[in-house]
């Protein structure tokens, strides 16, 4: 229902907000959460943060922080503590050192990403997103007067960016590509190979920056330690921004503490833009970050594991019921599972299923709240968060399973 509250003829907005669109998973984890105030019965599988409670030592970090009277101001770009943090991961990490100005903070990496567009686009200015993308890239560069250049990965390739896709995307105004692995829809990863070979093409490039969206990298299935773009290819150091921050490995999404590492020239420009926006990120996050970067580890170990034994039994949940089908994702939290086989059928209601938002929609009659792939930049596909018990994930299944058979 419309809230006449809403309607104010006089009052202009901004191009720049009607331009853009409000995240639609952050819309859907809404309504889910609507309808089951609402007493509707739903399993919600739109949650983009992990289950977990932080863990105990990073909130005593906090309450002792505040306790010790860190309760003001800090540096724009964050405590020498934290900084220091970050560069000792980043140097575990990748291998690399970063000067401690070289590193930024910010209330969550999605703030980070925003200023970085801010920082560094207009005109439209170029920044190229691979497809299926996390939903705020595309709304973040309009925002920010620049334009996206999506492209598309289809699953085939694993939904990852191949070196000719990119070579054929860059042109001169291209400023930026976004790589995000493990990526949010689909938990792809790029392995040092592939990185490699988008480097290649990115060193022939010397205009183009990588912004990589690292926000996932404790989140991984693979052997050994995920690769980092810096990592395979140090020649690209100073033209690398990465991001990343404590929301998903250490379960801190409510604390707002995301950092970035790169080019100084960037990281000042974000420093003067926060000055003017926020100061600085709360202190108590800060010092609760600092301790989550630095203290034991164990919790995301363990939380790794129960990640990875959810998509197991996601995926083959999903794979046994006819129509749909599902990869298992090398990382992340979430399922991008194909729904081709339910496209062109017709519900019990007499509803045809003409797309994979009709699709969702149908999901949500039958208890269970996912995304349309349609939201990332790719059809037919719904992403599921695996975030979340494994026996709502096979309560989930079960009724994505009745559902799917009771289309004809
Ligand atoms: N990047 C990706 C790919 C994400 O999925 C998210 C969270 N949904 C973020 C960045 C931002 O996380 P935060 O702002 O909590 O650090």
Redesign the pocket.
């Known amino acids: 229902m419309k809230d006449a509250r809403w309607e104010m003829p006089d009052f202009k907005l901004a191009k720049r907000v009607t331009r853009i669109k409000p995240s639609p ?1 952050t819309a859907a984890a809404a309504r889910a959460k609507e309808l089951k105030a609402a007493g509707r019965d739903i399993v919600d599988m739109t949650v ?2 992990p289950d977990f409670d932080t863990p105990d030592i990073i909130k005593q970090a906090a309450v002792a922080a505040m306790q010790a009277g860190q309760t003001k101001y800090t540096a724009v770009n964050g405590t020498l503590e934290l900084r220091q943090a970050i560069a000792a991961r980043m140097k575990r990490h990748t291998g690399q050192d970063y000067a401690l100005d070289q590193i930024t903070v910010g ?5 980070i ?1 925003f200023l970085a567009f801010m920082a560094s686009i207009d005109d439209d200015d170029e920044v190229i997103i691979p497809a299926p993308y ?1 939903v ?1 890239y595309p709304d973040m560069v309009i925002a920010n007067e620049g334009k996206p250049v999506i492209v598309t990965c289809p699953e085939d390739n694993g939904f990852k960016l191949t070196p000719e896709a990119l070579e054929a995307a860059i042109t001169p105004k291209t400023r930026w590509l976004v790589l ?1 692995s493990p ?2 829809p689909t938990g792809a990863v790029y392995n040092e190979a592939e990185l490699k070979a988008l480097g290649a093409v990115l060193e022939r490039h010397p205009h183009v920056f990588v912004l990589t ?1 690292e ?2 990298d404790e989140i991984w299935f693979g052997e050994g330690k995920l690769v980092s773009l810096v990592e395979a290819v140090p020649a690209l150091k100073e033209r690398i921004f990465a ?1 990343n ?4 490995s250490y379960a801190m ?1 409510g604390w ?3 950092y970035a590492v790169g080019p100084l020239v960037l990281v000042n420009a974000i420093n003067k833009l926060q000055s003017q926006i926020s100061s600085c990120p709360s202190s108590i996050s800060q010092a609760a970050a600092a301790a989550a970067l630095s203290g034991d580890q164990s919790f995301v170990a363990e939380s790794g594991k129960a990640y990875r034994r959810r998509r197991d039994v996601a995926v083959e949940l999903l794979n046994g019921i006819p129509g749909l089908s599902c990869k298992a994702p090398d990382g992340a939290f979430y399922l991008f599972a194909n729904c081709s086989g339910a496209i062109g059928k017709t519900a019990p209601s007499g509803q045809k299923i003409e797309n994979d938002l009709d699709f969702v929609l149908y999901l949500l009659d039958n208890g269970v709240a996912a995304i349309h792939g349609a939201a990332y930049g790719l059809s037919p596909y719904f992403r599921l968060s695996t975030a979340t018990s494994e026996d709502l994930i096979r309560e989930a299944c079960r009724r994505i399973e009745a559902a799917c058979a009771a289309l004809s």
Not at 245 to 248: A, D, F, L, P
């Open positions: 998973s983009g943060e209330g969550g990496g999605k703030q990403i996390w705020s995000n990526s949010n969206d926000i996932y991001v921050g404590v929301s998903k999404t707002r503490l995301g």
